[in-house]
């Protein structure tokens, strides 16, 4: 299992962005036959939605493009995820100043923002307050390849 790179992606509520992430890169791992290598999932800074499916209009996105999310449900990001996992993902400054908070600092610079592995460093768009998800769709498929790209690189 510690041969595995464990990633965790967060983002406020973990029913838009965080679970496209998830499920994206599961995409993007299992397309590059590197099911094996990887565990990855995703949660919430917040309380708001845990339990709560993914938000319709991210699904569908997802569906357009061939990736189910079947049975994700929403959970809040925890002190012992930090321990967890290799890389704890944000989608925005917000949410990393949270993460930050839950996990009482970050001592082995774990916590990076997805966009920072981009060519265009910043937030993930969030389509909660946007309702523009083929923006957050472009995010997160270019970071989630920016990603994958530099953890193949080592």
Same mark, same amino acid.
């Given at each position: ?10 983002? +406020? /509520?973990?029913? #838009?962005?965080?679970?496209? &992430? ?11 036959? %590197? ?29 357009? +493009? /061939?990736?189910? #999310?079947?049975?994700?449900? &929403? ?11 290799? %890389? ?67």
């Amino acid at each position: 299992m510690k041969n595995k790179k464990a990633i965790l992606f967060v983002c +406020h /509520g973990n029913i #838009c962005r965080s679970p496209m &992430a998830e499920f994206v890169m599961k995409d993007l791992v299992r397309k590059a036959g %590197l099911e094996d290598c990887f565990v990855i999932e995703s949660a919430a800074t917040s309380t708001e939605e845990i339990g709560n499916g993914v938000y319709p209009p991210a699904r569908r996105k997802l569906a357009e +493009h /061939g990736i189910g #999310c079947q049975g994700k449900t &929403a959970r809040q990001m925890t002190r012992s995820d930090y321990a967890r996992y290799d %890389l704890l993902i944000g989608m925005d400054s917000w949410n990393i100043r949270n993460m930050n908070r839950i996990s009482g600092g970050d001592p082995e610079g774990k916590i990076v923002m997805l966009m920072d592995f981009t060519k265009r460093p910043g937030d993930v768009a969030d389509p909660w307050y946007t309702g523009d998800f083929e923006a957050t769709w472009r995010d997160v498929l270019e970071g989630c390849q920016a990603l994958l790209e530099d953890l193949r690189k080592g």
